[in-house]
């Protein structure tokens, strides 16, 4: 019973801290339109989890050793890193304009104009990631396992020819169904 008592109070802290984090942290307009790219949320659930089993270990821990202590400590942690991680990671678009947010880093504003080139990358199991050069030089990188992440390609290709004033029908590269929405990074 009382680890059911202590699963639904981290539930209900997390549910609270995500409200909060929401109203505090997400002001801007391009927050308000409720199209985002955002991690799965599998990852949240699994460092949900992990604090669960964090805080059940720790409370084991207390009266079984320090080693079990130490141990419960680091996957109360990891669960802690997993669920910042998830409520950090953003991009939140508009028409116009997309914020990159991301943890440990300032939101950056881009306009999709700002987008030069894309490079894909194909990972171990069939996951693709496209990785968006900007203006500034940075890169914007997107899994395709991400939450809205084609909605997003596919908005910022248009978008990207309305502000650069480009007829999609020209864009040769062009090729949703390979993951190609912009030209490809220039080899040098």
Same mark, same amino acid.
């Given at each position: 019973m009382g680890y059911l008592i202590v699963a639904a109070l981290v539930f209900g802290a997390c549910f609270a801290l995500d409200?909060?984090?929401?109203?505090?942290?997400?002001?801007?307009? /391009?927050?308000?339109?409720? %199209?985002a790219v955002k991690h799965n949320k599998r990852a949240a659930l699994f460092g949900l989890f992990l604090c669960v089993l964090g805080i059940a270990g720790v409370?084991?821990?207390i009266t079984g050793g320090?080693?079990?202590l130490i141990m419960s400590l *680091?996957?109360?942690?990891?669960?802690?890193?997993? *669920?910042?991680?998830y409520l950090c990671f953003g991009i939140y678009y508009d028409a116009d304009s997309f914020i990159l947010s991301a943890f440990g880093k300032k939101s950056t504003v881009y306009r999709f104009a700002d987008i030069q080139a894309q490079q894909l990358y194909v990972l171990q199991g069939g996951a693709?990631?496209?990785?968006?050069?900007?203006?500034?030089?940075s890169a914007v990188s997107l899994q395709s396992?991400?939450?809205?992440?084609?909605?997003?390609?596919?908005h910022a290709f248009a978008? @990207?020819?309305? /502000?650069?004033? *480009?007829?999609?029908?020209?864009?040769?590269?062009?090729?949703?169904? /390979?993951? %190609? @929405?912009f030209p490809a990074v220039e080899v040098q």
């Open positions: 409200k909060g984090f929401t109203k505090l942290f997400r002001s801007k307009d /391009q927050h308000r339109t409720g %199209l409370a084991a821990g320090a080693g079990l *680091i996957v109360l942690l990891m669960g802690g890193g997993l *669920i910042a991680y693709v990631v496209v990785e968006l050069h900007m203006a500034d030089g396992n991400m939450d809205g992440a084609y909605p997003f390609l596919d978008a @990207w020819c309305r /502000q650069k004033d *480009i007829d999609p029908d020209s864009c040769d590269f062009h090729d949703p169904g /390979q993951s %190609l @929405w």
